[in-house]
């Protein structure tokens, strides 16, 4: 079952951590980070989380980069994450 807020920590393209908070069960984000705003979700009938970072500070993942659960799992956000780009990886984790 999803918690109530996740961390979430980009080792590349542009490394930093987010905070999202759960607005509904398959939807969360957040302005508190080292980004601009982050959206992580799933469509309801797809069991891979996916989750896009908005970054206007003009970094590599400026205006945005879409990442995707690598081993999808519908009850579950957390585990690794991979962009679009080879390298690109991020962690998502409960917080607290």
């Given at each position: 079952m999803p918690n109530l807020s996740y961390r979430v920590s980009i080792e590349s393209p542009c490394p930093g951590n987010q905070i999202v908070l759960k607005l509904a069960s398959t939807h969360y984000t957040g302005p508190n980070g080292d980004f601009t705003y982050m959206v992580m979700n799933r469509h309801p009938a797809d069991?891979?989380?996916?989750?896009?970072?908005?970054?206007?500070?003009?970094?590599?993942?400026?205006?945005?980069?879409?990442?995707?659960?690598?081993?999808?799992?519908?009850?579950?956000p957390n585990g690794e994450y991979e962009g679009p780009s080879p390298g690109d990886r991020a962690v998502v984790t409960d917080f607290p």
């Open positions: 069991p891979q989380w996916q989750f896009i970072v908005y970054d206007y500070s003009g970094g590599p993942c400026t205006p945005s980069k879409l990442f995707k659960q690598v081993t999808p799992d519908a009850d579950n």
